[in-house]
């Protein structure tokens, strides 16, 4: 029996709309201008044709109006301000810590630079062969720090996880004593990271074990300045008095002050005391937690904990066959799931941990710690520490899920932390207080976070007959998708980030993927785009304002070193030309259109007083805070009700 197919309607003209089209044209006009209608299957085949061509002359349309926004869009003037400065495969750069960082220290294969940042000549550099022979010299990483005035604590990490200490002073380098005497061969430890204090009292470097991956710790160690600036002093006594001898005796090493660990069972597994993943595999399978065989098997509570963080690690890790066979292959093999890392800060004196010497405005009194990118911050005292010189966690900040970044104002007043869940947490330390809590979008990951300087202090911290609290309230946010908001951390801010920026780039692909605040100047960013492009970025216009040319020169984007020196305006940027380190140079103060921008300039000494806000204090901001909000109620209400009187005055005197 024949099977009837329904023919399908879409786009099809029926012979009843035909009729309908038929029966309501004008009768009334000339027969001969009419077309005698066409029979089927041309009526069909016609109105494909006429349905092909519409969609033809949409698409058309569409792609003209793209064109004339593309056309119409702003885009960065491209300016060529790039020097390429002669120094063999620079590999990190930092600059000085002053207030208009006139040396940039450079760290390349076995050698360290100073480099003056104004007429970018080399006036000093330090051969590391000299004093290490036995082990790699390449740095990797470089931090800086301000002793005195023209005097510079230098710390260098090369790959090999060896640190180098060296005192920058008239024009010179000095080199200190290694924080560990071992050789490489003897060493059973790696650097992997330094924070040093802002007036170089403390170091605290990341500690990682070789033979176990999840024993680390972090050393805290204290500088010993006086006795530095001692040493210092006699070596430029006998250098006047053309002493000519050997180089100088290395200075004094930083002495040990506390050593913080890791949390007890946090990144082992909780059933067992394994940290080898073969051991922990073979107790799975080995246990006598398991009773009868088959499907008939009955499993207790800990044997299943065993088995969920075995899976959940696994699948974090998402072990292919070749990593398995290297873990089967070899007993000794540690699972990188137990890897520990550690992002830190120093604190200084605040409402969590208080010092009793309040003269100092910044005195570092506590380390704020991140383990394994958890979801809580733990706070170490510096001042209260064991018998075997280890430090206990006192305070911990507890956050709603994993933390992914976390930072300080350049006060140090303001802390905010991002968390994985893209909540933005700010946090008052002197007050105690939560500043302000924001939510971005869950189609985006939070990559940075930043504090941007003010020219003027908020008017909610003015407060009669006090000190004006100098404290940056604004927080700039970059996501994975190019996407750049502002959030308001004041005391009375709305909770609603403001975007800022979208990815509106030359490249329609391109976006932003490292921004970085340029100190001192409130309404400049500094932007590199995912295909290596560097813009400078003004939030007052929430636009580009310029490229800069970077001569072919690569960036790699997972290890960016960009810096802006306030001596003549100069911007470094390290990166690779021609498979080698280089480092480039961009005088900014020739790009016309930023004029405007360096002559606004937020105060260059950002520190707040007093550093402890007490509770007297806190109570007449609040009140403070409250009497304006009522008072600018008052002030609308007013206004409107002289508008009414207005309007009623007006509505008489015509009558």
């Not at 051969?127 to 036995?134: P, V």
Request: charged share 25%; hydrophobic share 35%; net charge negative.
């Amino acid at each position: 029996m024949p099977i009837q197919k329904t023919k399908s309607e879409d786009n099809v003209v029926t012979y009843s709309v035909l009729d309908r089209e038929i029966s309501n044209s004008d009768f009334l006009g000339d027969p001969d201008l009419y077309r005698d209608i066409l029979p089927q299957p041309f009526r069909r085949i016609d109105k494909i044709l006429q349905t092909l061509l519409e969609e033809a002359w949409t698409k058309i349309e569409k792609n003209e109006n793209e064109r004339k926004i593309e056309q119409n869009k702003h885009r960065a003037q491209v300016f060529n301000t790039s020097t390429i400065l002669d120094l063999p495969n620079v590999n990190c750069i930092c600059l000085s810590s002053d207030d208009y960082n006139d040396y940039v220290f450079a760290g390349s294969m076995g050698f360290i630079y100073a480099i003056d940042s104004g007429n970018l000549q080399t006036i000093d550099k330090f051969d590391l062969s000299k004093i290490e022979t036995d082990t790699s010299t390449n740095i990797t990483k470089i931090y800086s720090s301000q002793l005195k005035s023209s005097v510079y604590l230098i710390v260098s990490i090369t790959d090999s996880g060896f640190l180098f200490m060296h005192i920058f002073m008239k024009e010179k380098f000095y080199f200190v004593q290694s924080l560990s005497q071992e050789s490489d061969t003897e060493r059973k430890f790696l650097y992997k990271k330094c924070q040093i204090t802002k007036n170089s009292d403390y170091i605290a470097v990341f500690i990682e074990m070789k033979s176990n991956l999840s024993d680390c710790l972090i050393e805290i160690h204290k500088c010993p300045k006086e006795l530095w600036f001692q040493s210092l002093e006699s070596i430029e006594h006998k250098r006047d008095e053309s002493e000519v001898g050997n180089e100088p005796a290395p200075l004094a090493k930083p002495n040990l002050l506390c050593k913080i660990k890791p949390p007890a069972n946090q990144f082992r597994f909780q059933s067992s005391n394994h940290q080898n993943l073969n051991q922990v595999l073979k107790q799975a399978e080995h246990s006598q937690d398991i009773i009868g065989t088959g499907l008939n098997s009955i499993f207790n509570k800990t044997f299943i904990d065993l088995k969920c963080q075995l899976a959940e690690k696994c699948f974090a890790l998402k072990l292919t066959e070749e990593s398995m066979n290297q873990i089967n292959g070899n007993r000794n093999f540690d699972f990188t799931g137990n890897k520990v890392k550690a992002d830190f800060i120093f604190l200084p004196s605040n409402k969590l941990i208080w010092s009793g010497n309040t003269d100092l405005n910044d005195n570092v009194t506590s380390i704020a710690v991140c383990w394994n990118n958890s979801n809580q911050i733990c706070l170490y005292p510096l001042g209260r520490v064991s018998k075997e010189l280890e430090s206990k966690c006192e305070c911990i900040l507890p956050f709603s899920a994993q933390i992914s970044h976390f930072q300080t104002s350049k006060c140090n007043n303001l802390l905010a932390v991002s968390l994985k869940d893209n909540n933005i947490v700010v946090f008052d330390l002197n007050m105690g207080i939560e500043r302000t809590c924001v939510h971005i979008a869950d189609s985006e990951i939070i990559r940075q976070v930043h504090f941007m300087p003010k020219s003027v202090p908020s008017s909610s911290f003015l407060i009669e007959n006090s000190v004006v609290f100098k404290i940056e309230s604004e927080l700039v946010c970059l996501t994975n998708l190019g996407n750049l908001y502002s959030i308001d951390c004041g005391l009375n801010s709305k909770k609603i980030p403001r975007h800022l920026f979208k990815p509106q780039l030359a490249n329609k692909d391109d976006k932003l993927t490292f921004v970085k605040p340029i100190y001192c100047y409130p309404n400049l960013l500094m932007a590199i785009s995912e295909t290596n492009k560097l813009y400078l970025f003004g939030m007052d216009k929430s636009q580009l304002l310029c490229e800069l040319d970077q001569s072919e020169l690569t960036v790699e984007l997972d290890n960016i070193n960009l810096d802006f020196s306030l001596k003549c305006h100069n911007l470094f940027l390290n990166g690779k030309l021609n498979e080698n380190g280089r480092l480039i140079n961009h005088c900014v103060k020739s790009v016309g259109n930023l004029d405007g921008y360096f002559n606004m300039m937020a105060p260059i000494m950002a520190d707040c007083l007093p550093i402890n806000a007490h509770l007297d204090d806190r109570v007449k901001i609040l009140l403070k805070n409250k009497s304006d909000e009522h008072q600018e109620r008052r002030n609308r209400l007013k206004n409107v009700w002289n508008e009414l009187s207005e309007l009623r005055n007006y509505s008489k005197h015509n009558h």
